[in-house]
């Protein structure tokens, strides 16, 4: 336990969830940011096979997409053989595995929400401001994003609560290793296996506030 009574098994896997999400929204984010900006004015055959392959970790297993980045990240494969050599990084058992792990599961959401703000901006701004010489960046920043400011908002929430309670791709990968790899999810389901339910209790309860701010803040985002 700390100084205020709380015990470690309580205050690691929260900390580390919370830092965890944080790292994975930002990166997720960022993608979901120049893919959407891409994908919502791109026209080209195949476009809608390219949008399916994006949002397939929203409706997949979460364990199917913790294999699939096992297989591709592992030290067998050619990434993860390469990252170890080059950068002397590993995924597997590692928070770095988490944090990737739920960032390809929150980067779906995060990307329709973008998508749908950029959409929803007046085609005839746009394109005034490309008639004014403007390039394509341009546009984004000065035009789209602050037009577009509140789905920006919103997808960065809704992916961050999605992070939060990411659990069967963070298992594959990265694990359950106490304060390393231990997220809130996880710290869960071995809390109820091993009989504690007082800590799983503490660490539900903590989930559902996490999560019932997340998405009052995201409504109200979208009402005012």
Not at 34 to 56: C, D, N, P, Q
Request: hydrophobic share 55%.
């Amino acid at each position: 336990m700390n100084a205020l009574g709380i015990p470690e098994s309580f205050l690691e896997p929260v900390g580390l969830s919370l830092q965890v999400s944080i790292a994975a929204t930002a990166i997720a984010f960022l993608a979901g940011l120049l893919v959407a900006w891409r994908m919502s004015t791109a026209i080209f055959y195949g476009k809608t096979l390219v949008e399916t392959v994006f949002l397939l970790p929203l409706v997949l297993p979460p364990s199917v997409v913790g294999f699939i980045l096992l297989v591709m990240l592992g030290k067998n494969s050619w990434i993860g053989q390469a990252a170890e050599s080059l950068l002397h990084l590993s995924f597997v058992f590692q928070p770095l595995g988490a944090v990737i792990a739920a960032a390809v599961v929150s980067f779906p959401l995060i990307y329709q929400s973008l998508k749908s703000g950029f959409q929803a901006v007046d085609k005839e701004l746009k394109d005034a401001a490309r008639s004014q010489g403007a390039g394509e960046w341009q546009v984004l920043i000065y035009i789209v994003l602050p037009l577009a400011s509140r789905s920006l908002q919103s997808a960065f929430i809704l992916g961050f609560a999605r992070a939060l309670g990411e659990f069967g791709a963070t298992m594959m990968i990265a694990g359950n290793i106490p304060g390393r790899t231990q997220t809130i999810p996880t710290a869960i389901y071995f809390a109820v296996d091993a009989g504690k339910l007082q800590l799983a209790w503490a660490l539900t309860g903590c989930t559902i506030l996490f999560s019932f701010g997340l998405l009052w803040i995201s409504s109200r985002l979208k009402t005012d």
